[in-house]
C-alpha cells in the first residue's frame, strides 16, 4: 500500500515564487531595491521572511566541572582580556628593593639584637629543664650556634669600630698636612685578632674558649683511635 504525499507547504511554495520572480529583476533594480530597504531586510525578503544567517551551535559539556567547548570557526574577539600569570619576586635579589645599606639595615632592626638575647637565655633555662639525653643534646647544639654568631657579631662590630678610628686618625693626618699611612688587609686583620685576644683575656672567657677547644681536639684524637684499632 502505498502512501500518497502531500501538497508542498505553502510557506515553500511562496519562497519559491518570490526566488522566481526575483530572478527575472534586472541587477540594477535588485541593487536599487537593497540600498533601499537595506541588506537585512533585503536578505529577509529573498529568503521569505527567515534569516540567511546560519544557526549558532551551542556545545553542551557533558561535566558542569569542565570548560565550555567554542567553536573554532568564531574568531577571538579583540577586547578579549588574558589573564596575565603571576609574578613573583625575592626581594633579596630584586633591583626594585634597592641596594642592600648594613648601616641602615642595622638601625633599622636594632631590635633583633635585643630578641635573640632574650630568646638566648630562655633557651639555657630551657636545656637545665629537659630531662630527655637527645633533646638536651639539640638545644645545645643550637644554645652553641647563638653564642657562636653572638661572638662573629661581635667581632665584627670591633672590627668595623676599629675601621673608623683608623680613617678618623688619617683624615686628621691629612688635615694637618702629614702624609696618610694605609695599612694592609693582613696588617689589618693581625690588630685587629690581637685587640680582640687581648679582650678575650681581660673578661677571662679566653681560658675557656682554649680549654674547650683543647677538649674537642682531645676528643676528636681518642675517636681516630678507636677507629685505627678497630681496623687493625
Do not use: C
Not at 5 to 23: F, H, V, W, Y
Not at 147 to 176: G, N, R, T, V
Amino acid at each position: 500500500m502505498e502512501v500518497e504525499e502531500g501538497p508542498p507547504s505553502s510557506s515553500s511554495s511562496t519562497l519559491d515564487a518570490i526566488r522566481e520572480e526575483m530572478s527575472h529583476v534586472p541587477l540594477s533594480e535588485l541593487k536599487a531595491m537593497q540600498d533601499k530597504l537595506g541588506l537585512k531586510a533585503f536578505n529577509k525578503l529573498r529568503n521569505g521572511g527567515k534569516s540567511s544567517r546560519a544557526p549558532i551551535t551551542t556545545f553542551k559539556r557533558d561535566n558542569k566541572n569542565r570548560p565550555s567547548e567554542l567553536s573554532a570557526r568564531r574568531p577571538v574577539p579583540q577586547n578579549m582580556t588574558v589573564a596575565k600569570a603571576k609574578v613573583t619576586r625575592d626581594p633579596r635579589f630584586d633591583d626594585l628593593s634597592g641596594e642592600y645599606n648594613e648601616k641602615i639595615f642595622k638601625t633599622t632592626y636594632g631590635f633583633i639584637s635585643d630578641v635573640k638575647l632574650k630568646e638566648k637565655a630562655k633557651l639555657k633555662k630551657l636545656i637545665t629543664q629537659t630531662k630527655g639525653k637527645d633533646k638536651k643534646i639539640q638545644l645545645k647544639q643550637l644554645y652553641n650556634r647563638m653564642e657562636q654568631q653572638e661572638a662573629s657579631e661581635k667581632k665584627k662590630a670591633k672590627a668595623e669600630a676599629m675601621e673608623k678610628e683608623w680613617k678618623k686618625q688619617e683624615l686628621d693626618k691629612i688635615k694637618e698636612g702629614k702624609k696618610p699611612f694605609f695599612m694592609k688587609k693582613s696588617q689589618k686583620k693581625a690588630l685587629i685578632a690581637e685587640e680582640l685576644r687581648k679582650e678575650a683575656e681581660e673578661s677571662g672567657s679566653l681560658q675557656k674558649s682554649l680549654a674547650k677547644r683543647s677538649k674537642k681536639l682531645a676528643a676528636k684524637e681518642k675517636k681516630r683511635k678507636a677507629w685505627t684499632t678497630k681496623d687493625v
